[in-house]
């Protein structure tokens, strides 16, 4: 019985990760039923939730040992799902739909460079520096989008703002396919010593999460999605000033 018993818990360690994934990939399809209908805010929020249960997941099966390349291949299918589809029928929906062919063809190559995202980090998981993601992480382009339909849910009517959103569905996707580096943040060590000014930012964060939770996730996004190639231009300025 005791072993029976021990047996029992193991098989519900792998399966508790596998649930995780499967309500992002819930998350995601009812996301994308939801723009369909025109309720882009219900829409939106459904992606976010499907972001942390994605974050959930993995940490969840290292914490239990309950790792698998089954369960590796299964999160980046409902990914896919939820962080590439989802989101490329929102923007289309959302404020892309008359542009016509113009509209579906820019949220198709959002889905595009989501897999091709996906199935790079898929192959390189044992060879990049842990400290940085080659490419902007499909969660957070998905996250980016997401979080400019919150912050403002009705249709967009604007041919000015269609246009805006169109030119930044473009540039998310080449920023998930390109080799520009983003800090993932994983080496960072909450209980070092931290530097005084650290404490005030924080504090502040989180009275504008309190305050406009849909603005502070709109400026982490957008900040993390501009970080890479503001980054790289820094970079590649001080070595023309080296040289």
């Known amino acids: 019985m005791p072993g029976l018993t ?4 193991s098989r519900g360690l792998f399966i508790l990760p596998t649930l995780f994934t499967v309500g992002n990939l819930f998350c995601g399809y009812l996301s994308i039923w939801c723009s369909i209908r025109g309720t882009f805010e219900i829409a939106a929020i459904l992606i976010v939730a499907a972001a942390v ?3 959930l997941d993995g940490r ?22 939820s962080f ?7 923007a289309y ?3 892309l739909v008359d542009f016509h062919r113009l509209g579906w063809m820019a949220s198709f190559l959002f889905v595009v460079c989501g897999s091709m995202r996906l199935a790079r980090f898929n192959i390189q998981t044992h060879v990049v520096d842990k400290r940085y993601f080659v490419g902007l ?10 979080a400019i339909v919150l912050a403002t849910p009705e249709r967009l009517v604007s041919r000015i703002w269609m246009g805006v959103l169109l030119a930044l569905t473009v540039v998310l996707s080449y920023l998930m396919i390109s080799t520009i580096r983003y800090r993932s943040f994983k080496e960072l060590d909450l209980r070092r010593k931290r530097p005084a000014w650290i404490l005030p930012v924080i504090a502040l964060f989180f009275a504008i999460v309190a305050f406009r939770p849909e603005v502070a996730l709109l400026c982490v996004t957008v900040a993390f999605a501009a970080s890479g190639p503001i980054a790289k ?11």
Do not use: C, K, N, Q
């Open 53 to 55: 249960l994605d974050g």
């Open 137 to 146: 992480p499909i969660p957070m382009a998905a996250g980016t989008l997401a």
């Open 6 to 9: 021990r047996e029992r818990l």
């Open 233 to 243: 231009l820094v970079g590649l300025f001080r070595r023309r000033e080296a040289s």
């Open 60 to 81: 969840i099966a290292r914490l239990t040992h309950s790792t698998s390349e089954f369960g590796e291949e299964y999160d980046s299918l409902a990914d896919l799902v």
């Open 93 to 95: 929906s959302w404020g």
């Open 84 to 90: 590439g589809v989802a989101p490329a029928v929102l």
